[in-house]
């Protein structure tokens, strides 16, 4: 019977090499661009803060694995939350370091390779209470 034997190594190892194929797929890093992602600075009303431009338009460069780059654009359809520093004043943000730290971005082991515009300027306030 070597030729029964034989004939099941030979499926078992197709599958085994299938199985790898179509995980190497998925582990692939890819490049994607994303034009008019809306970049959610909101209104920080919990602890008394605005912010001014409360949401931006960018266009981001993501690199990742296949499967985290369709997370992050499912995602970022209803806006992208960033978190703002709590800061008084007109600061100049770092949009590329805001998405960076983003959850959606952190946690799906993806990079973010440009964001544009590089910067905004935004008015930050504290609300009197």
Avoid: C, H
Avoid at 26 to 49: H, S, Y
Avoid at 52 to 61: F, G, W
Avoid at 96 to 124: C, F, H, N
Wanted: no cysteine.
């Amino acid at each position: 019977m070597p030729v029964v034997e034989d004939w099941r190594t030979y499926v078992m190892v197709s599958v085994i090499a299938l199985l790898i194929w179509v995980w190497a797929a998925t582990e692939t890093r890819q490049t994607r661009t994303l034009d008019n992602v809306r970049i959610d600075m909101g209104t920080m009303t919990e602890a008394g803060w605005t912010v001014e431009p409360s949401e931006i338009r960018a266009r981001v460069t993501i690199d990742g694995a296949g499967p985290a780059l369709k997370d992050f654009e499912s995602v970022v359809r209803n806006g992208l939350p960033v978190d703002i520093p709590e800061v008084v004043g007109e600061p100049t943000l770092d949009l590329r370091r805001l998405v960076e730290d983003t959850d959606e971005v952190r946690t799906q082991g993806l990079r973010v390779v440009s964001v544009e515009p590089r910067a905004v300027a935004v008015k930050i306030r504290q609300m009197d209470k």
